[in-house]
């Protein structure tokens, strides 16, 4: 199984990115999918996660608004769309598959697979 998660980069406060996290070797339609980020010196957090179906995202309350997830099962492809970026968002984001096919947590432990990182950079 490999996550391949990029699009990460440098952009100014206020500015867009759109990441994307390709997938292989897991039946990518059945898993949940989510997005996480991990700060210089702060723990991984909980970005938001999309439903197997795209029918379904949930967001941290300090994306909400402001970023969007879908997904393209055809691609097995899972998309972070983040748009009125602050120098708060800087961090290093994760993709990652849900150990169920109905599940929606924001627990780390709850995601199965990893993919290795992209790093967002947002200036003041």
């Known amino acids: 199984v490999q996550l391949q998660a990029s699009g990460g980069g440098l952009v100014q406060a206020g500015g867009s990115l759109r990441l994307s996290c390709a997938t292989s070797?897991?039946?990518?339609?059945?898993?949940?999918m989510g997005w996480f980020r991990q700060a210089p010196g702060k723990e991984r957090e909980f970005v938001g996660v999309?439903?197997?179906?795209?029918?379904?995202?949930y967001y941290a309350d300090s994306v909400k608004g402001r970023f969007t997830i879908s997904r393209d099962n055809a691609k097995n492809t899972v998309y972070l769309q983040m748009n009125s970026l602050k120098p708060e968002d800087t961090a290093v984001y994760y993709c990652?598959?849900?150990?169920?096919?109905?599940?929606?947590?924001?627990?780390?432990?709850?995601?199965?697979?990893w993919g290795q990182g992209t790093l967002v950079t947002v200036s003041s």
């Open positions: 999309i439903s197997w179906s795209g029918t379904s995202t």
């Open positions: 990652a598959a849900h150990r169920e096919r109905y599940g929606s947590s924001r627990s780390l432990s709850d995601y199965a697979y």
């Open positions: 070797g897991l039946t990518f339609s059945r898993y949940p």
